[in-house]
């Protein structure tokens, strides 16, 4: 893709310096529709992944009725 990016680098780093010194600066900052489509797919993937082992991932808890 080499001169035919989607990205244009000054705009990633005026991006980045205003996540800087924004005052609640993103853990995670997603540059470029691109990357933005590509996150967005993977949260929808573990999104339907949690939602189907919800109940296994809450059956390991003690048994709080159990336990007095």
Do not use: C, N, Y
């Not at 990016?5 to 005052?23: K, T």
């Amino acid at each position: 893709m080499e001169g035919r990016q989607i990205g244009d680098p000054a705009r990633a780093a005026r991006a980045i310096v205003e996540a800087v010194e924004s005052p609640e600066p993103p853990l995670h900052l997603i540059l470029g529709s691109d990357s933005l489509r590509r996150a967005r797919r993977k949260l929808d993937r573990l999104s339907g992944e949690l939602d189907r082992w919800e109940p296994v991932s809450l059956g390991t808890d003690f048994d709080a009725t159990a336990a007095s």
